[in-house]
């Protein structure tokens, strides 16, 4: 919780970068795409993901700080974010090389971090 707003912002997002980044992003892959011909486990893995999804927005609202979490439009850019982590998380997938991969998350976490009302460096 240290640091200035955007600092504790970049880490939240780092943060949520790990679950996508890991084994466990790739089980998840993987029943998401079993789940489409087999209805029992979409209904089961549909209402773990609502869970996961609501724990981890708590998570990077506690980490992010009260500056962030109560701004306008937090939400989406929290779902915004889940969307581009999960893009991020299938390129790495055929690509070796994340060199491209660490530069555009960079520029994620500047265009999260100027949506919500702030300059680089300086808090709103």
């Known amino acids: 919780r240290a640091g200035s707003a955007d ?3 970049s880490c939240a997002l780092d943060a949520i970068w790990v679950s ?13 795409i079993a789940s489409r011909s ?9 209402r773990f993901e609502r869970k996961v999804g609501r724990a981890m927005a708590r998570l990077f609202g506690e980490l992010a700080g ?6 306008r439009d937090f939400g989406a850019l929290l779902e915004l974010t889940f969307h581009v982590m999960r893009g991020m998380a299938l390129q ?9 991969r660490r530069r555009l998350f960079e ?14 460096g300086r808090e709103k």
Do not use: C, H, M, Y
Not at 66 to 71: Q, T, V
Not at 92 to 100: A, K
Not at 113 to 120: N, Y
């Open 7 to 9: 600092e504790r912002l």
């Open 92 to 100: 790495r997938i055929l690509r070796d090389d994340d060199t491209e």
């Open 20 to 32: 996508f980044s890991g084994p466990l992003f790739s089980a998840a892959l993987e029943l998401w």
């Open 107 to 120: 520029l994620w976490k500047q265009l999260v971090s100027e949506s919500l009302g702030r300059t680089k």
């Open 66 to 71: 009260p500056d962030s979490a109560g701004a």
């Open 38 to 46: 087999d209805r029992e486990l979409r209904q089961n893995l549909v």
